[in-house]
């Protein structure tokens, strides 16, 4: 599974951005797809999750302001982001999760990232 990784950029504070992830080779396991990102000097955490049963998960800090959707979860995700603040500044990486077996865990796949940069 490769995962392109596309929509980042410079935005004012209270602006707009959308990311686009898109899926290609054997994305039949694929369960789960979702954004992580990586601010300067800080661990990588997850932003959103959309699992294929139609589960969203979001963190606490964008809960009301991103929303992770998709009309094909193992193909394409998306992920507005809305009223955003300098603390979304990272890089931002796109993530799947492929199904292995009921024991084992799932398999995952990352995005090459891209930059997003809220500063007015």
């Known amino acids: 599974v490769q995962l392109q990784a596309s929509g980042g950029g410079l935005v004012q504070p209270g602006g707009s951005l959308r990311l686009s992830c898109a899926a290609s080779?054997?994305?039949?396991?694929?369960?789960?797809m979702g954004w992580y990102r990586q601010a300067p000097g800080k661990q990588r955490e997850q932003v959103a999750r959309?699992?294929?049963?139609?589960?969203?998960t979001y963190a606490d800090s964008v809960k009301g302001r991103f929303t992770i959707s998709s009309d094909d979860i193992k193909n394409t995700v998306t992920l507005q982001m809305s009223s955003l603040k300098p603390e979304d500044t990272g890089v931002y990486f796109c993530?799947?999760?492929?199904?292995?077996?009921?024991?084992?865990?799932?398999?995952?796949?990352w995005g090459q990232g891209t930059q997003v940069t809220v500063s007015s």
């Open positions: 993530n799947a999760e492929e199904f292995q077996s009921p024991i084992e865990p799932s398999l995952e796949y």
């Open positions: 080779g054997n994305t039949a396991r694929i369960v789960a």
């Open positions: 959309l699992h294929i049963a139609g589960r969203i």
